[in-house]
């Protein structure tokens, strides 16, 4: 795997999707826009409390492990999707 080592980056603007293999480490801020926006493909799947986890790492949840109310409508189309959170 080779290392990419940018400094001072003001924007960027690429033709094609920026992939991350490894960690990305950020100080300051980190913005990102576009149709698609951010995808998370590999982040740990954990339950609702992150076990495992260090803080502030992000990790992902399914609906359906979430206390959620309402319609079953409602509870379905959360129930299919994932969440990302971050572990306090």
Not at 41 to 61: C, E, Y
Not at 74 to 88: G, H, P, R
């Amino acid at each position: 795997m080779s290392t990419l080592r940018v400094n001072n980056i003001q924007s960027v603007t690429p033709t094609d999707p920026v992939t991350i293999n490894d960690s990305l480490n950020v100080s300051g801020s980190l913005t990102a826009s576009g149709s698609e926006g951010i995808v998370f493909h590999t982040l740990p799947k954990r339950n609702v409390a992150g076990s495992g986890l260090s803080t502030g790492r992000l990790f992902t949840v399914s609906g359906s492990q979430l206390p959620f109310s309402g319609s079953i409508t409602e509870l379905n189309a959360v129930s299919a999707s994932l969440f990302v959170m971050v572990k306090a």
